[in-house]
């Protein structure tokens, strides 16, 4: 099983790293993916990043009082909550209610009952869930290491109470953040075309279009939302500017249209034909995207 682990800051890059370490100690057949470890010298970190988010089968978000409003870890969380079906916040040194995509998911603190707690959530997101007794002793085993990692990663300044400037991207860090953005999505939405036609029982007279395209129009808005916080140098808020680039009435003719052909497919079929779909709108927004910004730069 795959795990992606988020992180940002120094305090959560250290504890990301301890939990790599320590994920893979608890159970050999999971995967845990960390960025600084990971990313190979040389390669294309946006590529990596996206590929990792679009595999991961659950995810870990590393979060300490200096990165809790950090734009990126948000919009990782967005992504990974529909990409995944299991999405943790690690709490460091933090108790109380988290904000925007965060808040709806369950947390466990940096402690050992939390950790516990984490690797409860793991576990039964995996293919194969080893035994309880065997978590806790393989935790009881573990444990120390970890937490002497948490002890010793480095403190870090108080949360500013302004808007951090790293959500202000310039023209390579907005492509890279759609980039990333949709991967991340594509197979979630290509799944959620797939369970929708199965409640027509795989009928296409008995598909409800209205219904289709309002259950696939709301993953991508929520996924948009996750971009809310960013904004682009030339081009302003992020989210504002792929409403202009993709208004939600084009979108929901777009989508129709596409949607048809999907149903017209055998069942079998469909799930790739779905994706297929996803995977060209996504192309022809981003030719949007990138002529808006030629226009601009001229």
Not at 254 to 265: A, H, I, K, P, S
């Amino acid at each position: 099983m795959a795990v992606f682990i988020s992180w940002s800051g120094a305090r959560s890059k250290v504890v990301g790293a301890a939990l790599k370490t320590f994920l893979s100690g608890v159970n050999a057949g999971w995967e845990p993916w960390v960025s600084h470890k990971d990313i190979k010298v040389s390669s294309d970190w946006r590529a990596e990043i996206a590929k990792s988010i679009n595999q991961a089968r659950a995810a870990v978000v590393c979060i300490s009082p200096a990165t809790l409003k950090s734009p990126w870890v948000q919009f990782e969380c967005g992504a990974l909550s529909v990409s995944t079906n299991c999405v943790c916040p690690y709490l460091i040194d933090i108790k109380g209610q988290l904000s925007g995509p965060l808040a709806a998911l369950q947390a466990a603190e940096a402690t050992k009952p939390g950790t516990l707690a984490l690797l409860h959530a793991l576990n039964g997101s995996a293919g194969k869930a080893i035994p309880t007794k065997q978590i806790e002793r393989r935790l009881e085993k573990l444990w120390p290491a970890l937490e002497q990692s948490l002890v010793a990663a480095p403190t870090e300044d108080a949360p500013s109470q302004t808007e951090p400037q790293y959500n202000i991207l310039d023209e390579g860090g907005l492509l890279d953040l759609l980039e990333i953005h949709f991967h991340a999505s594509a197979e979630r939405l290509s799944r959620v075309i797939e369970a929708r036609l199965k409640e027509f029982d795989n009928d296409p007279s008995k598909v409800n279009f209205q219904l289709l395209v309002d259950n696939v129009e709301r993953v991508v808005m929520e996924g948009r939302s996750c971009l809310t916080r960013f904004r682009s140098e030339s081009v302003g808020p992020l989210s504002e500017f792929l409403d202009k680039c993709l208004p939600s009435d084009v979108l929901r003719i777009r989508l129709e249209d596409g949607l048809r052909v999907v149903v017209t497919c055998s069942p079998r079929a469909r799930r790739a034909a779905a994706y297929d779909l996803i995977q060209k709108e996504q192309a022809s927004l981003q030719k949007k995207v990138r002529s808006l910004l030629a226009a601009i730069r001229h």
